[in-house]
């Protein structure tokens, strides 16, 4: 998902918040596109918040961009129950700590509706966080869909089941990348089967040219082994050893012996 389409899932937002130093990095950076009736201003302690307030924050390990996961803790507290949470993380996914963040997410009462990684960001952030304050659980949602946010239905021990949502919500986004390298292994070794039935089929045909080679050779040694024991050969064999003096004296006497 691209960072343009995050708060497009966020309905009725009329204030974003944004949590950083200069109130206005996301949109700047990040190209956060708001919108247009919706107000937009840096965070301050202690500024009312109301129901359509979105909360939005870039948090990593790198202080000189963004924020820590203390730092966005008191702007989640002071959401009022309606309220929402979109933070961009900068971790990779595999070295995301989101523990911290959840403990503070639970803190305050907020629900993690959906992670969902991030296309397209240049490295500045990996993932995404849709919260809300509730006081009541909302429906949980698959990390593929793009239907607005709503919170509904009602449940007892909040704080509970909200650890266990949002555990639910990270644990399914760090095993993603496990899925995908199981899938692509299975399709290597799917290829592997293939290659070594096509190698089998291959030294298969071989053994098989070899075997005709072998019997056409021993035909031949047959043959010649027949050659060499039959009487035309022998004979043939002592006339090529007959010495030169001989034949020439054969041939001689041929000479003399004819008339005139």
């Excluded at 949002?166 to 399709?187: C, I, N, S, V, W």
């Amino acid at each position: 998902m691209l960072v343009r389409e995050l708060l497009p899932l966020f309905e009725n937002v009329t204030t974003i918040v944004e949590v950083s130093e200069s109130g206005e990095a996301l949109r700047e950076q990040l190209q956060l596109r708001a919108p247009s009736d919706a107000e937009y201003r840096g965070y301050a302690a202690g500024t009312t918040m109301e129901a359509g307030t979105l909360v939005v924050a870039l948090l990593g390990p790198d202080p000189a961009s963004h924020v820590d996961v203390a730092t966005i803790a008191p702007a989640l507290r002071e959401l009022p129950v309606g309220g929402r949470a979109l933070l961009l993380l900068g971790w990779p996914v595999p070295d995301l700590p989101y523990h911290q963040m959840l403990d503070e997410l639970v803190a305050a009462g907020c629900q993690v509706l959906q992670v969902v990684p991030i296309d397209n960001s240049g490295n500045r952030a990996h993932c995404a966080v849709l919260a809300a304050r509730v006081d009541r659980v909302a429906p949980l949602r698959g990390y593929l869909s793009d239907e607005p946010v709503v919170v509904d239905g009602a449940t007892p021990d909040l704080r509970a089941l909200l650890r266990l949502i949002g555990e639910k919500a990270f644990t399914d986004l760090l095993g993603r990348p496990l899925r995908q390298k199981l899938a692509e292994a299975g399709d290597r070794v799917a290829e592997q089967d293939q290659r070594i039935r096509q190698l089998e089929k291959e030294l298969a045909a071989r053994d098989a040219t070899i075997a005709g080679v072998e019997r056409r050779l021993a035909a031949a040694r047959s043959d010649n082994a027949k050659l060499r024991a039959s009487a035309t050969y022998r004979v043939g064999r002592v006339m090529v050893a007959v010495p030169g003096r001989i034949v020439r004296g054969w041939r001689k006497r041929g000479t003399a012996d004819s008339p005139g």
